[in-house]
């Protein structure tokens, strides 16, 4: 499989929501590669100290409101969105519009631009709740999302948003491509976004360290399938940069299926905590299971998820504590 090294160096990369989780370890990937980076980003959850280590050029401002920018451009990565169910649910109009409005003005600086690969991060989320014959879930499945419901600001919109793509695909020849990532953990993440918890493995993480009670929701039977960042960023740049992917969506993630209640007692143990496992409800419309089918992400990326929840659990919790 060809690698996508040597396409990095000496070109221009736009990375919305670059100073995010996601975001930041794609700029840190690309600008350690030889790409230089311009970071958009308003600073609605992702923080300023996840890129100011970066050589990038920051530009605070909205995708919504954004219609142009200066200079040349190769590459869009269209990263911008709040992505934690707690946060996006007390956020869902800004939610909604960075994956429809404010990804619409992306596709139209693509254009202007004259870029020569696009990525959109689309979501696990697009698949809904999978009954069991579609778990581990292919990319063919159409997905069981409630489209009126908490969780529909995002699902939707990235549903929306990948229609978006595919339409700029066919009408102008954009050169599109769709990631559907899965659950993505690693440093940076956070526990809180607000008010809000931020996702399940830091805030356990925290819970743990403190002695307190982990929450889990449910029964804790509902499987979530964890990918390290650093796998994340190889599979996502593979996707934008190997050669005759334009129009291509797949699956990006690990495919290591585990429930709640299995990571709770991981963590608990990682920490040597003693902490006990608390059950609350289950938020509305949370998936019962998720875990990703990797057979064209290999085929046609190459891409082989390689860190174990262990090692990736051990580095996050180093840069928590
Ligand atoms: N979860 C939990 N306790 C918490 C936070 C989350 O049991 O304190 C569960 C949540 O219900 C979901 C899973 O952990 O089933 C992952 O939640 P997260 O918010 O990280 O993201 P999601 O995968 O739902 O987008």
């Known amino acids: 499989m060809e ?18 989780f996601l975001g930041s370890w794609l700029s840190e990937r690309i600008e350690a590669l030889g790409g230089t980076v311009t970071i958009l980003d ?5 923080s300023r100290d996840n890129s100011k280590h970066l050589k990038a050029k920051f530009i605070q401002a909205d995708v919504c409101e954004t219609k142009t920018l200066p200079g040349k451009l190769d590459y869009i990565i269209h990263a911008a969105s709040i992505a934690s169910p707690d ?8 939610t909604i519009w ?31 709740n999978p009954p069991d014959k ?64 931020g996702r399940v493995i830091p805030r356990f993480v925290n819970q743990a360290r403190a ?9 804790g039977k509902q499987t979530r399938s964890f990918c390290y960042v650093d796998d994340q960023v190889d599979g996502l740049l593979r996707l934008l940069l190997l050669d005759g992917l334009d129009g291509q969506v797949v699956n990006i993630g690990n495919d290591d299926e585990k429930t709640i209640i299995e990571l709770a007692k991981t963590i608990k143990n990682a920490v040597s905590s003693s902490s006990e496992v608390a059950f609350g409800p289950l938020p509305k419309d949370d998936p ?7 057979r064209k992400a290999k085929k046609l990326l190459g891409f082989k998820p390689r ?15």
Not at 87 to 94: G, S
Not at 288 to 294: A, E, G, H, V
């Open 211 to 219: 002695n307190e009670d982990i929450t889990v929701f449910g029964n």
């Open 3 to 20: 690698s996508y090294d040597g396409k990095i160096k000496g070109k221009s990369f736009l990375i919305t929501g670059g100073s995010g």
């Open 288 to 294: 019962i299971r998720r875990c990703p089918d990797l």
């Open 134 to 197: 579609f778990v581990p879930t292919p990319e063919t499945y159409y997905g069981n999302v409630n489209s009126y419901g908490p969780r529909s600001c995002y699902d939707e919109g990235k549903r929306c948003g990948e229609a978006y793509c595919y339409t700029f695909f066919q009408a102008f020849g954009t050169p599109v491509r769709l990631a559907r990532i899965f659950n993505t953990y690693g440093p940076r993440l956070r526990a809180k976004e607000g008010s809000s918890y």
């Open 42 to 46: 308003n600073l609605s959850s992702g």
């Open 307 to 321: 860190i174990k929840l262990k090692e990736g659990l051990k580095e996050t919790i180093g840069w928590m504590t």
């Open 87 to 94: 946060y996006y649910q007390k956020k869902p109009i800004e």
């Open 98 to 128: 960075a994956n429809t409005k404010g990804l619409h003005n992306m596709l139209e600086i693509a254009k202007q631009k004259k870029v020569k690969g696009f990525l959109f991060t689309s979501t696990s989320e697009v698949y809904g």
